[in-house]
T-cell receptor, first 113, second 110 residues
Framework: DTEVTQTPKHLVMGMTNKKSLKCEQH?????MYWYKQKAKKPPELMFV???????INESVPSRFSPECPNSSLLNLHLHALQPEDSALYLC????????????FGEGSRLTVL | GESVGLHLPTLSVQEGDNSIINCAYS??????FIWYKQESGKGPQFIID?????DKRQGQRVTVLLNKTVKHLSLQIAATQPGDSAVYFC?????????FGKGTTLSVSS
């Protein structure tokens, strides 16, 4: 199994809603990542988890809250988002932080109304 | 700001031609680089990687060249096919996190 699975594929939410994006991998990888991608732009790193501990937070606003319940799962909790947060949110994993190749999921497309 | 960028936002080629996609990076301490392909509606897919102790690496129909003197990376695709149409990103390993450059959209016409 070489997949990173993200759910939901599409999400529409209002600015007062609370929702979560979920990511799962069963490759035994110990590093997991959240990236944000706006249309026609490169993915931008948000968070890095290594061995279930947050190791990098790229100055992401607190309305985005990551969680890594175990080595296979990564969540991104969303609360009080703004319309400009609408984007494709990509989850990725790698064997560990020092291993270069990241395996990406298909992304969750978020629209904030 | 971004430390990895691409020279051209778009590249159009004919089927069967060879394609060359370029990338410049600014962080001389970067020691690992990856090329990703992203098709519409999908996540990035790994194409090929190279470490800074190499200057060339070949895969199936793809070659990556690294010139550390001028901090330049290129991806060569041989006999380009319509299925190669996508956005191509180079990415650089900084602080053991992958940072992406701007991307080049490759369009292949038959």
């Amino acid at each position: 199994d070489t997949e990173v699975t993200q759910t939901p594929k599409h999400l529409v939410m209002g600015m007062t809603n609370k929702k979560s994006l979920k990511c799962e991998q069963h490759m035994g990888h110990r590093a997991m990542y959240w990236y944000k991608q706006k249309a026609k732009k490169p993915p931008e790193l948000m968070f890095v988890y290594s061995y279930e501990k947050l190791s990098i937070n790229e100055s992401v606003p607190s309305r985005f809250s990551p969680e890594c319940p175990n080595s296979s799962l990564l969540n991104l909790h969303l609360h009080a988002l703004q319309p400009e947060d609408s984007a494709l949110y990509l989850c990725a994993s790698s064997q560990d932080r020092a291993a270069g190749e990241l395996f990406f999921g298909e992304g969750s497309r978020l629209t904030v109304l | 700001g971004e430390s990895v960028g691409l020279h051209l936002p778009t590249l159009s080629v004919q089927e069967g031609d060879n394609s060359i996609i370029n990338c410049a990076y600014s962080n001389s301490a970067s020691d690992y680089f990856i090329w990703y392909k992203q098709e519409s509606g999908k996540g990035p897919q790994f194409i090929i990687d190279i470490r800074s102790n190499m200057d060339k690496r070949q895969g199936q129909r793809v070659t990556v060249l690294l010139n550390k003197t001028v901090k330049h990376l290129s991806l060569q695709i041989a006999a380009t096919q319509p299925g190669d149409s996508a956005v191509y990103f180079c990415a650089e390993n900084i602080r053991t996190a992958l940072i992406f450059g701007k991307g080049t959209t490759l369009s292949v016409s038959s």
